[in-house]
């Protein structure tokens, strides 16, 4: 039983390249989450989705797109990646009440 | 817009202190989170309380819920360094399929 994957754990970007983030998880939720975590920021809400096929904004959506086509997978997009996207990602999954999150163990992406 | 705000941001205390962490806001919350994150990994849920007023307790750490459901509190009776890191506390708002999440109590002890 892995829990939450993140793939991959590092990565550096140039400015204006594009890259996708791949969550996994095996513990058949419903509910997964996309946030990224920046120092004095805590966790903001990227996107996230109540299940297969949906998907929704969060807090910080600007400049990431998301899909969700199977249920265990959830994948967060960068189509022309900046400076301000470097971070660290962390995607999350939970079945319903109450919404304990298990989370992956993130992905820090550098842009330069 | 539901906030919770965490204090003290920063906490550096001696092994074998007692310390507590708050975790508060205006909003009411049908549970409370917390969560303990260390560097290079994700969070990792330690408890959820539900009911106004509840306590639970996790071996040295315990939690209580407050009885308007709007506040809580992290406390941890002689620490060990293996308590340093990121607390989080995170409620959940009625209808919501999101948390809120706090910006956290990072927490160092020192052997």
């Known amino acids: 039983n892995a829990g939450v994957t993140q793939t991959p754990k590092f990565r550096v970007l140039k400015t204006g390249q594009s890259m996708t983030l791949l969550c996994a998880q095996d513990?058949?939720?419903?509910?997964m989450y996309w946030y990224r975590q920046d120092p004095g920021m805590g966790l903001r809400l990227i996107h996230y989705s109540v299940g297969e096929g949906t998907t929704a904004k969060g807090e910080v959506p600007d400049g990431y797109n998301v899909s969700r086509l199977k249920k265990q997978n959830f994948l967060l997009g960068l189509e022309s990646a900046a400076p301000s996207q470097t971070s660290v990602y962390f995607c999350?999954?939970?079945?319903?009440?109450?919404?304990?999150?298990?989370f992956g163990p993130g992905t820090r992406l550098t842009v330069t | 817009t539901q906030l919770l705000e965490q204090s003290p941001q920063f906490l550096s205390i001696q092994e074998g202190e007692n310390l507590t962490v708050y975790c508060n806001s205006s909003?009411?919350?049908?549970?409370l989170q917390w969560y303990r994150q260390e560097p290079g990994e994700g969070p990792v849920l330690l408890v959820t309380?539900?009911?106004?007023?509840e306590v639970k307790k996790l071996k040295r750490l315990t939690f209580q819920f407050g009885d308007a459901r709007k506040d809580s509190s992290l406390h941890i009776t002689a620490a060990q360094p293996g308590d340093t890191g990121l607390y989080l506390c995170?409620?959940?708002?009625?209808?919501?399929?999101?948390?809120?999440f706090g910006k956290g109590t990072k927490l160092s002890v020192i052997p």
């Open positions: 513990m058949n939720h419903e509910y």
């Open positions: 995170a409620g959940e708002g009625a209808g919501s399929y999101q948390l809120t």
């Open positions: 309380v539900v009911t106004g007023g």
């Open positions: 909003s009411v919350f049908s549970s």
């Open positions: 999350a999954s939970t079945r319903p009440v109450p919404y304990e999150q298990y």
